[in-house]
């Protein structure tokens, strides 16, 4: 084994990296087996580590933890229950590790530490790492937040709000306009209108092989995007909290949807109550603290609800972003769902509208709604605009392969 480490912490050769690296992972301890002592950026690297994943973390005893990998040594005693050690530590965090990995940290400290109380201070919302997940920790604690945090806590949602809205508006206008053009179907288009695709397919029966051409007796186009009002859109959403990241996506895509003349957009959110946003819908920070994260679930009553707003049912697509743990009437649920789609709704079903992978959700719910012709499945935020698409022109949906590489 080699000697202490500089200031940097790293070592001559390759061997002693690979020895630093193994004893940043291991966490240190006479267990560990390398036998390093860590200086510099290192060791206070390694101690914003052992304050979340110490073993004695979350435990606020400043006597420190027990390493990682081992059972013996002194380490770093949490986070405490204190906001200035926090903030301090999610300040360090942002310091040695990039994004990505110090939204994991933060999400992990909620978990772990219970740093949900924490996070009413100001002066931790202003050291925090904006992303989805502390917006849907900050909207789950909306209600109890001072007066004194709100405005900071809605800046901090207004950083990921419009950042989102710049992501993801431009190519979902663009999708949508399409799809929109494309379902005004005309019987006489102009020759630029034309679709060209559906009029062959439609005149394959007037093929003249000696000539190698078709005749179009009937011309189908498109007729292009206009002021009038062409499709209606009922987003609703379960605002259960392990729904949080799908009621903050949905709120920005409600938001974007509502801005298009041509959708007349309903944002409707559920827990065991029912709420309409519909009249928040321009600005989305609004609508998310319209929200109320928590609760039980009572789908029936919320679909009841959207059913009760649809006028056009020929022209409206209905979105139901649930995991489907219904805690309502099952039976009356399902037949509501029947009824929109026989009276001629497009209905979709999404288990999740997030980036968070696969998501828990009642399987034999999503097994009746399939068995209705509404299967159910998660959607990424980069796939809802193509779902929309699909649903606004009445084609089949384009339902990811659980199975398939992300």
Not at 5 to 16: L, N, S
Not at 179 to 207: C, E, F, G, M, Q
């Amino acid at each position: 084994m080699t000697g202490p480490e500089g200031a940097g912490g790293t070592g001559a050769g390759a061997g002693d990296e690979r020895l630093r690296r193994w004893r940043m992972v291991l966490g240190g301890g006479p267990a560990d087996g390398t036998g390093r002592v860590l200086g510099g950026r290192d060791a206070a690297m390694d101690a914003t580590l052992a304050a979340l994943y110490g073993s004695g973390s979350g435990s606020g005893d400043e006597g420190g933890a027990a390493g990682r990998g081992g059972s013996g040594g002194r380490r770093s005693a949490g986070l405490g229950g204190s906001a200035p050690s926090v903030a301090r530590w999610l300040g360090d965090i942002r310091t040695y590790f990039p994004t990505s990995v110090v939204q994991v940290m933060q999400r992990d400290a909620i978990d772990r530490l219970g740093l949900s109380a924490l996070l009413l201070e100001p002066e931790m919302l202003e050291a925090v790492e904006a992303d989805v997940h502390l917006v849907g920790t900050l909207l789950s604690l909306n209600k109890a937040m001072p007066e004194t945090t709100k405005e900071t806590a809605r800046a901090v949602v207004r950083t990921v709000v419009d950042d989102l809205e710049q992501r993801l508006a431009t190519r979902t206008r663009a999708t949508l306009t399409g799809a929109l053009d494309r379902s005004a179907r005309v019987a006489r288009p102009r020759h630029r209108d034309i679709d060209w695709d559906r009029t062959i397919r439609a005149n394959l029966k007037n093929y003249l092989p000696e000539h190698r051409t078709v005749v179009p007796e009937r011309l189908i186009g498109y007729g292009r995007a206009a002021q009038a009002v062409k499709k209606d859109v009922v987003l609703c959403i379960d605002q259960s909290g392990s729904m949080a990241a799908s009621v903050v996506y949905a709120s920005v895509f409600g938001a974007v949807l509502a801005s298009m003349r041509s959708i007349a957009t309903r944002l409707v959110v559920f827990d065991t109550a029912v709420v309409d946003l519909t009249d928040q819908l321009d600005d989305p920070v609004d609508v998310l603290f319209g929200t109320q994260l928590g609760g039980g679930t009572d789908i029936n009553r919320a679909l009841a609800y959207c059913q009760s707003q649809i006028t056009r049912p020929a022209d409206t697509v209905v979105v139901l972003i649930s995991d489907l743990y219904e805690g309502g009437i099952r039976d009356e649920m399902l037949k509501r769902v029947a009824a929109m789609k026989a009276s001629g709704v497009q209905f979709v079903a999404l288990l999740a509208l997030s980036d968070e992978g696969a998501p828990a959700y009642d399987r034999e719910h999503a097994a009746a709604l399939a068995a209705l012709g509404a299967p159910a499945f998660a959607c990424t935020p980069d796939l809802f605009p193509e779902v929309m698409a699909a649903a606004i022109e009445k084609r089949p949906l384009p339902i990811p392969d659980p199975a398939a590489p992300r």
